[in-house]
């Protein structure tokens, strides 16, 4: 939901087996300039039916795109929980993706979105590699 032209709020829901996640976040867009944009966010992870500790995260979103072609990194920090709010850097998320605009009118778009995703550890855990996924995305507009 678009607050104002810099700031947007959305709750992220996400059931995996028994526990639930509940992420409230605000996302305010701080630059963009041509192909360039810059961000930042604020979340609270709250879990239901788990033993992890609800905690608050922080991270920036560097953006960059050419046409369709895009590429993000985003430095996270863990704030509260069982967090050592150390302030270093917990991990880093680069993604690099290509959007295929199926249709588009003046009122509503499809767009489908191949993407890559490399995660790493933070500061503490050397920068090391801690997953990469293929993924999709279809974002549909009305």
């Known amino acids: 939901m678009k607050l104002t032209d810099s700031l947007t709020a959305a709750v992220r829901y996400a059931e995996d087996g028994e526990t639930t996640e509940i992420r409230p976040k605000l996302t305010h ?10 961000k930042h966010r604020i979340e609270y992870r709250y879990f239901e039916g788990d033993a992890t500790d609800d905690s608050w995260r922080y991270r920036i979103i560097a953006k960059m795109d050419v046409g369709p072609i895009w590429v993000k990194a985003q430095p996270r920090w863990e704030l509260g929980g069982n967090n ?5 850097i917990d991990d880093i998320k680069y993604e690099a993706g ?17 993407y890559i995703q490399y995660q790493t550890s933070g500061d503490e855990g050397d920068y090391a590699k801690e997953h990469m ?8 507009k009305f």
């Open 84 to 88: 050592t709010n150390d302030m270093k």
């Open 133 to 140: 996924i293929l993924g999709t995305r279809l974002q549909v």
């Open 29 to 38: 867009s701080l630059l963009s300039v041509g192909p360039v944009g810059l």
């Open 98 to 114: 290509y959007d295929w605009t199926l249709s588009s009118t003046e009122t509503t778009s499809a767009v489908f979105t191949p």
